[in-house]
T-cell receptor, first 113, second 115 residues
Framework: AQTVTQSQPEMSVQEAETVTLSCTYD???????LFWYKQPPSRQMILVIR??????QNATENRFSVNFQKAAKSFSLKISDSQLGDAAMYFC??????????FGKGTKLSVIP | SAVISQKPSRDICQRGTSLTIQCQVD?????MFWYRQQPGQSLTLIAT?????????ESGFVIDKFPISRPNLTFSTLTVSNMSPEDSSIYLC????????????FGEGSRLTVL
């Protein structure tokens, strides 16, 4: 069984600043993936970034990067140079071979102009 | 990536009625998943739909309430039966990406409101 915990229900960031969203997880799988999804008001779930657990190097996608601490089972998302379009719900998720993802409860990010 | 279309986008339904949600994918996929997102909540997996076999339901979800069809590799339907206000949710269809990296692609979701 897998569990994903996001301890920050809401966060805010000033435009152009950096914000970090926290996520911890627990899994009995030895090989798994971790994801951050973004859900804007349009409802579409959009993949932001993914991390394979066997890779030590932290994933990066343009302004988005993760801090993956495998021993601590921590997977935080850093958004640099925040933009108004980054405002959304962000969900952390974990998955293994069955492709069934377990999602956290989400963090609502507001970007202040 | 995959392009996933869901219908209806949103609907308002009366208590006791049933509604079928359609999910169309622009490519052939083996596994399709149906998730429910209750208001202000995270996503919960309802079932996994594989072509040519019965859907596999997660704990707390049953076939009589959420019958699923998977007639081919690009299409699936989820029916929400005998609806009550507690069924008011966003229902999302998703498929596995082809890159072997475990990610899911989602449709835009179907927002159901049950009065």
């Amino acid at each position: 069984a897998q569990t994903v915990t996001q301890s920050q229900p809401e966060m805010s960031v000033q435009e152009a600043e950096t914000v970090t969203l926290s996520c911890t997880y627990d899994t009995s799988e030895s090989d798994y993936y971790l994801f951050w999804y973004k859900q804007p008001p349009s409802r579409q779930m959009i993949l932001v970034i993914r991390q394979e657990a066997y890779k030590q190097q932290n994933a990066t996608e343009n302004r988005f990067s993760v801090n993956f601490q495998k021993a601590a089972k921590s997977f935080s998302l850093k958004i640099s140079d925040s933009q108004l379009g980054d405002a959304a719900m962000y969900f952390c998720a974990s998955g293994a071979g069955s492709y069934q993802l377990t999602f956290g409860k989400g963090t609502k990010l507001s970007v202040i102009p | 990536s995959a392009v996933i279309s869901q219908k209806p986008s949103r609907d308002i339904c009366q208590r006791g009625t049933s509604l079928t949600i359609q999910c169309q994918v622009d490519s052939q996929v083996t596994m399709m998943f149906w998730y429910r997102q209750q208001p202000g909540q995270s996503l919960t997996l309802i079932a996994t739909a594989n072509q040519g076999s019965e859907a596999t339901y997660e704990s707390g979800f049953v076939i009589d309430k959420f019958p699923i069809s998977r007639p081919n590799l690009t299409f699936s339907t989820l029916t929400v039966s005998n609806m009550s206000p507690e069924d008011s949710s966003i229902y999302l269809c998703s498929v596995v990406g082809t890159g072997g990296t475990g990610e899911l692609f989602f449709g835009e979701g179907s927002r159901l409101t049950v009065l």
